[in-house]
């Protein structure tokens, strides 16, 4: 359930069909923003840049050039895609695919990532929104979901895990690897 939202107990909305992947455009991309520096933290969106801790120019920057760079897809210089996650039409936060290579079994090697407003998280939209991307991955031909967390983020190791991950790596000297077969 969306935040927000009145809730129905006796009824109530299923999630599924109402979390959806939107391309950023330039207006989405504001309001992607907007949720970024409103609702999470600069470390959970953002590569660590700039000299102050926390929001900055810089990260700010990165964001839009980020999201940008990724608009033109996996077929684009960035071999990336972005999407903002919607739930009932309001932007929850946002997922990517990247492509890194090719897997050894000759299929596309994709990797992904996302991040939500803490006033979204544990609604069930990162699985949802996992679920969506892991559905156009199968599409353009990939066999296994990679994506990569740190051994405290025990909400990222829990969301991978019931997608069905398999987990690698100790998360501090080596990245906490997961990988999800689709
Ligand atoms: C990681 C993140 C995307 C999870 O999304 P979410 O919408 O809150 O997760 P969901 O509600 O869909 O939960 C998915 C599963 O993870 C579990 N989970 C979610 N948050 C959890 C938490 N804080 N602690 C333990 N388990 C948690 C849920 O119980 C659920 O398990 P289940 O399917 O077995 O019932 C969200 O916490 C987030 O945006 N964190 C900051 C950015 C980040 O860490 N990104 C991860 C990069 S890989």
Redesign the pocket.
């Known amino acids: 359930m969306c935040p927000s939202e009145p809730t129905a107990p006796s009824s109530p909305a299923p999630l599924a069909g109402r979390v959806e992947l939107l391309d950023v455009t330039e207006e989405i991309l504001e309001k992607l923003l907007d949720v970024a520096l409103t609702d999470?933290?600069a470390d959970?969106?953002t590569p660590p840049l700039g000299a102050s801790a926390g929001w900055n120019q810089e990260r700010i920057s990165w964001f839009r050039n980020y999201h940008r760079a990724a608009a033109a897809g996996l077929d684009g210089p960035a071999a990336e895609k972005s999407w903002a996650v919607s739930c009932g039409g309001r932007l929850?936060?946002s997922i990517r695919l990247k492509c890194t290579g090719t897997e050894p079994s000759g299929m596309p090697a994709l990797e992904?990532?996302?991040?939500?407003?803490?006033s979204?998280?544990?609604?069930?939209?990162?699985?949802?929104?996992?679920k969506l991307v892991s559905a156009v991955a199968s599409a353009v031909g990939a066999a296994v979901l990679q994506?990569?967390?740190?051994a405290g983020?025990?909400?990222?190791?829990?969301?991978?895990?019931?997608?069905g991950a398999e987990l690698a790596g100790d998360g501090v000297i080596t990245p906490l690897t997961?990988r999800i077969t689709l």
């Open positions: 999470a933290a959970d969106v929850a936060g992904t990532g996302l991040w939500l407003g803490r979204f998280r544990g609604r069930g939209i990162g699985r949802e929104a996992l994506a990569e967390t740190t983020n025990t909400a990222a190791q829990a969301l991978l895990r019931s997608a997961a």
